[in-house]
């Protein structure tokens, strides 16, 4: 992320550590359509995921927080330099965390998702957290889990959600601040790509019978949208899914995005030379002319790195343009 837009989120205040502090007004802000009423700022938080917790870091939220869960779990690699830099805020669960992990630090707040921490049928859900007191507010994306009346992944499922961080921890200006030099950055890149836009895209993640990737809901087809690109699978029905090669290899992809996992890059690289081996995807534009930008996993999760990724995106799409 630019330097001027990381500073802005250096200019909240600190508040008291442990301390409730009543506001000003009553805030109620919806999650998952569920209307959520807060009368002090939550004081004791636990917050789930890499994602989530950089958008915690990005309003300065640490003081506010008693543990943080599935950071180090699978295969997140970033997760120990996250720890670090919340400053000994303990993981209480690698992964998805259990009922009594939580309950054990006494939170007041659990900030997570569906299939980011919860799941649909789990012992860990907003209705049964609200029978031990503690509330829950839903990584936005998420929610497209639970609703019925689904909308295409938009570039606001990031700033709807920074900015209901900031009415709840009576950061608004600062959450503002955040919000509205990301727009402006989009908009820099959106001109700099010009009429180059319109790139075909295809998001690689795993698997290697079945493509993991991205479908009509999950922010990373904002993002390619935003970078001046076409994610190829726009119209698959789900979030994050399975698709079958055939149906990307006839799309004929320019340009691909990996999701890398490693810390050196290496896992972009196997990504890669599979791709070059297989039999229909070795024939794609993007494959023969090795067109692709390696990004991490909290790059295209819904967070504060999504703008730095795409312009990661758009600079690797349209290198003569940056």
């Given amino acids: 992320?630019?330097?001027?837009?990381?500073?802005?989120?250096?200019?909240?205040?600190?508040?008291?550590?442990?301390?409730?502090?009543?506001?000003?007004?009553?805030?109620?802000?919806?999650?998952?359509?569920?209307?959520?009423?807060?009368?002090?700022?939550?004081?004791?938080?636990?917050?789930?995921?890499?994602?989530?917790?950089?958008?915690?870091?990005?309003?300065?939220l640490q003081d506010k927080m008693v543990g943080v869960t599935g950071v180090t779990?699978?295969?997140?690699?970033?997760?120990?330099?996250?720890?670090?830099k919340l400053g000994g805020v303990p993981e209480l669960a690698p992964k998805y965390p259990s009922l009594e992990n939580l309950l054990a630090a006494e939170p007041d707040l659990f900030i997570a998702g569906w299939y980011y921490g919860m799941k649909p049928g789990g012992e860990v859900t907003p209705d049964i957290l609200e029978q031990h007191g503690i509330k829950t507010l839903e990584l936005t994306e998420s929610c497209v889990h639970l609703d019925k009346n689904k909308k295409a992944a938009s570039m606001d499922l990031l700033f709807d959600d920074m900015l209901r961080l900031g009415k709840v921890f009576d950061k608004?200006?600062?959450?503002?601040?955040?919000?509205?030099?990301?727009?402006?950055?989009?908009s820099s890149i959106k001109e700099a790509v010009g009429e180059n836009a319109g790139t075909r895209v295809f998001l690689y993640d795993s698997g290697d019978e079945k493509p993991f990737t991205a479908g009509k809901y999950a922010i990373p087809t904002a993002m390619i949208e935003a970078a001046g690109g076409k994610n190829i699978l726009d119209d698959m029905d789900t979030s994050w899914g399975r698709a079958n090669w055939e149906t990307v290899a006839s799309r004929n992809p320019e340009f691909l995005v990996l999701l890398d996992y490693s810390q050196d890059g290496s896992g972009a690289a196997g990504l890669m030379d599979f791709l070059k081996s297989h039999p229909v995807m070795s024939e794609t534009d993007a494959v023969k002319n090795g067109r692709f930008v390696a990004l991490r996993y909290a790059e295209l999760t819904p967070g504060p790195a999504n703008i730095e990724a795409i312009r990661k995106i758009a600079a690797a799409m349209n290198p003569e343009s940056f």
């Fill in 172 to 186: 608004e200006q600062e959450a503002d601040t955040l919000v509205d030099g990301w727009k402006k950055e989009l």
């Fill in 73 to 84: 779990g699978w295969y997140k690699t970033e997760g120990p330099a996250l720890l670090e």
């Fill in 1 to 60: 992320m630019r330097k001027s837009f990381a500073l802005s989120a250096l200019f909240a205040a600190p508040l008291l550590i442990g301390a409730q502090v009543a506001m000003a007004d009553t805030v109620t802000v919806d999650s998952c359509g569920r209307d959520v009423t807060f009368n002090t700022s939550p004081s004791k938080v636990i917050v789930h995921d890499l994602n989530m917790n950089e958008m915690a870091m990005a309003l300065n």
